[in-house]
């Protein structure tokens, strides 16, 4: 956490499932395209409102590696929102000094899809604000089994001893190595489960579960999900914090 200028603790990485688009649309009587674009905007009003706040880092679950399952004509419409948020959104983004990275298995999407999202890295990565995750054709077993691959690789060549692999060395063969683990985890529509995301960097991340659609997500329902997990307490498995030695 990070104490910001009103002396509040922030917590340095949050990490969001953007849930329930579909159910948003549907309790409104419209197409489910018609909720991932309110989707859109609410994305837009949160990336606003972490920078503001000081966050340091904002993941945000855009497309599962099972969401390919999904029918046609949704997932083209999702990949279509994607193409619009990166050419209309970039240049705002990097003007308010956002730097934006993204995890996921890029190696099986298409080939405009794929530069899109080398351009936005690419134009932003000289930006010190907020750190943006885009998690697309992001699964966290599939991280992991991709991590672990390379370490199989590295053992095979003998390179490395199967002895010398620890969680610290497997975690470095993650998407991002270099960030924080999420402090938080917030996830709207009120389902409560975690859907293959960040399983790896989870392990102490708190976990906050809102009950109203993603759309509907705006600065106050973050700040509000910010301040309950400021009511949580952290141990990470050994006691609460004491004075003294
Ligand atoms: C989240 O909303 C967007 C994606 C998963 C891409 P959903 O599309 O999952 O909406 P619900 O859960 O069906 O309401
Ligand atoms: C998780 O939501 C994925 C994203 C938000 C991108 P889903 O809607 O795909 O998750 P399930 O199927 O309800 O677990
Ligand atoms: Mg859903």
Same mark, same amino acid.
């Given at each position: 956490?990070?104490?910001?200028?009103?002396?509040?603790?922030?917590?340095?990485?949050?990490?969001?499932?953007?849930?329930?688009?579909?159910?948003?649309?549907?309790?409104?009587?419209?197409?489910?395209?018609?909720?991932?674009?309110?989707?859109?905007?609410?994305?837009?009003?949160?990336?606003?409102?972490?920078?503001?706040?000081?966050?340091?880092?904002?993941?945000?679950?855009?497309?599962?590696?099972?969401?390919?399952?999904?029918?046609?004509?949704?997932?083209?419409?999702?990949?279509?929102?994607?193409?619009?948020?990166?050419?209309?959104?970039?240049?705002?983004?990097?003007?308010?000094?956002?730097?934006?990275?993204?995890?996921?298995?890029?190696?099986?999407?298409?080939?405009?899809?794929?530069?899109?999202?080398?351009?936005?890295?690419?134009?932003?990565?000289?930006?010190?604000?907020?750190?943006?995750?885009?998690?697309?054709?992001?699964? !966290?077993?599939? @991280?992991? %089994?991709? +991590?672990?691959? =390379?370490?199989?690789?590295?053992?095979?060549? $003998?390179?490395?001893?199967?002895?010398?692999?620890?969680?610290?060395?497997?975690?470095?063969?993650?998407?991002?190595?270099?960030?924080?683990?999420?402090?938080?985890?917030?996830?709207?529509?009120?389902?409560?489960?975690?859907?293959?995301?960040?399983?790896?960097?989870?392990?102490?991340?708190?976990?906050?579960?809102?009950?109203?659609?993603?759309?509907?997500?705006?600065? !106050?329902?973050? @700040?509000? %999900?910010? +301040?309950?997990? =400021?009511?949580?307490?952290?141990?990470?498995? $050994?006691?609460?914090?004491?004075?003294?030695?």
């Amino acid at each position: 956490m990070q104490a910001t200028r009103d002396g509040f603790e922030m917590p340095r990485h949050v990490a969001i499932i953007m849930d329930g688009n579909g159910r948003w649309a549907a309790a409104r009587g419209l197409p489910r395209v018609e909720g991932h674009r309110r989707g859109v905007e609410a994305l837009r009003k949160t990336v606003r409102a972490a920078s503001d706040l000081g966050i340091a880092v904002l993941t945000i679950f855009s497309f599962s590696s099972e969401n390919w399952s999904r029918p046609q004509s949704e997932i083209r419409d999702l990949l279509a929102l994607l193409r619009r948020f990166i050419r209309n959104d970039l240049a705002d983004l990097h003007k308010s000094n956002v730097r934006v990275r993204i995890i996921g298995e890029r190696d099986d999407l298409s080939g405009d899809i794929r530069s899109l999202l080398e351009e936005a890295e690419d134009l932003t990565r000289g930006n010190d604000g907020l750190v943006l995750v885009v998690a697309f054709n992001y699964g !966290a077993r599939q @991280e992991i %089994a991709r +991590a672990a691959r =390379r370490l199989a690789i590295e053992v095979a060549a $003998g390179r490395l001893s199967a002895e010398a692999i620890t969680p610290e060395l497997l975690a470095r063969q993650l998407d991002l190595p270099d960030l924080p683990d999420p402090d938080v985890i917030i996830r709207t529509s009120g389902e409560q489960r975690l859907s293959n995301f960040l399983l790896w960097q989870a392990a102490y991340s708190e976990l906050v579960f809102v009950p109203i659609n993603w759309p509907d997500f705006d600065r !106050a329902t973050l @700040e509000s %999900a910010i +301040a309950e997990y =400021r009511r949580r307490e952290r141990r990470f498995g $050994g006691l609460i914090a004491q004075t003294g030695s």
